[in-house]
């Protein structure tokens, strides 16, 4: 059933959307949720900033309203083609995100939202490598993902939305300690901002 709720909510834009909007609900809606990895950053118009795994542009629709240098990147031709038509403000590039096809130091943020779960270990290594590596000396990466649930009530909710819309992948990442794996890689990493009963981290690391 996993296979098929999440190939249909890939297949069908308003259905990905309506999961989305009710899944933001724990945290205040959408536009919230979209806007917590921001939390107390400084960005301006100058600022380049890369929207890793930006699927159809949900998160790019935000980040242009905060700099005119905007790249969002997928590996889903279908994706890009509908984020070039619902952000036409962004840039996008074709590629894997652990294989980014751009110089070092290029970008002062690199942002994802609810990719990371998506990932094999091996992966989610090689990612977080390359945003290191593209990341300008004192850049940012700030992402909003899957945590595993310190509020015991939010587990049903949880565990029933990863049985129906995700794989192995999302069940691996609760068992991931991301500010532990960003540390080895070089980050300054504070400790994860945790929302809707723990189930969601928002975590910010800075390169040196």
Known sequence: ??????????????????ISRLAALSVGG????????????????????????CGSGQATSVLVEYSQNVTGLDASPLSLKRAKNNVPQ??????????????DHSFD?????????????????????????VLKPGGIFTLVDFHSPTNPLFWPG???????????????LLKTDLVQTLSQIGFNVNPPQLYAGGSLQVIQGVKP
Not at 158 to 172: G, H, P, R, S, Y
Request: charged share 20%; with cysteine; glycine share 2%.
């Open 30 to 53: 959408e536009r919230r949720f979209r806007e917590l990895p921001l939390t107390g950053l400084t960005v301006n118009p100058e600022t380049q900033i890369l929207d890793l795994c």
């Open 90 to 103: 962004a840039q996008y590039v074709e590629a894997f995100a652990e294989n980014m096809p751009f110089t």
């Open 1 to 18: 059933m996993a296979t098929i709720l999440r190939s249909l909510s890939y297949r069908y834009q308003w259905l990905y959307d309506t």
């Open 109 to 133: 943020l690199v942002h994802t939202s609810a990719a990371l779960h998506e990932m094999n270990p091996e992966q989610l290594k090689q990612i977080l490598n390359e945003v290191y590596r």
């Open 158 to 172: 949880v565990a029933m939305f990863l049985w129906l819309f995700e794989t192995e992948t999302a069940w691996q």
